[in-house]
């Protein structure tokens, strides 16, 4: 797994990065091969928001989530992502079963 981690009118801090990996490490369980997550964390007023795009050889999944503490999007984008890659796995053995019959 590649973690790329951005920042846009913040600095970054070792909490901040350190709560993004314990964060990403739980998405992959979802996968067995290689990919990337683009982390982007951003500031604009008082609006913080965290954008996750993971991407794979076959596949790309996007969450966006906004709030007035940036720990808070963490919390609330991770199972965004975890809601689409269960669905895409649902339909991949569901697709698998139908058609061994």
Request: a neutral charge; charged letters at 30%; hydrophobic letters at 30%.
């Amino acid at each position: 797994m590649e973690l790329n981690i951005s920042y846009r009118h913040l600095e970054s801090s070792p909490s901040i990065e350190d709560k993004i990996h314990q964060k990403a490490f739980k998405l992959k369980k979802f996968f067995q091969g290689k990919m990337n997550v683009d982390w982007i964390c951003s500031v604009e007023n008082t609006i913080h928001s965290s954008e996750v795009t993971v991407t794979g050889d076959h596949f790309s999944y996007h969450a966006t989530a906004e709030s007035d503490d940036l720990y808070k999007t963490f919390d609330e984008v991770i199972p965004k992502l975890e809601k689409q890659l269960v669905r895409k796995k649902e339909q991949t053995r569901n697709t698998i079963h139908k058609n061994a019959k």
